[in-house]
């Protein structure tokens, strides 16, 4: 997979609700209603992280969740990072 240019991260970026380049990878940060919101998301999204094969950074503190997404393999920000989050979007907004 190839690293995107910065020019490319930044066009994707403007598609994407609430998330920001920040060394080397695309990152955001959620909050739920309850610890119990945010772990069925985590749930939901590792089931799409699978079938993708491409996992996330994450850290979750109760009712946060912080994403950051990278493709080791390519040092840096791909295809496949905005796949993936681009699913996670579809799947907290309910599309």
Partial sequence: ???LSQEEIERKLSLLDNWEYIDNAIETTLAFESFTDCFTTMTRIAFEAEKQNH?????????????????HDADGVTELD???ASTIEDLITGV
């Fill in 55 to 71: 996992h996330p950074e994450w850290l979750n503190v109760y009712n946060k969740l912080s994403i950051r997404l990278s493709t």
């Fill in 82 to 84: 905005f796949k993936l």
């Fill in 1 to 3: 997979m190839k690293k």
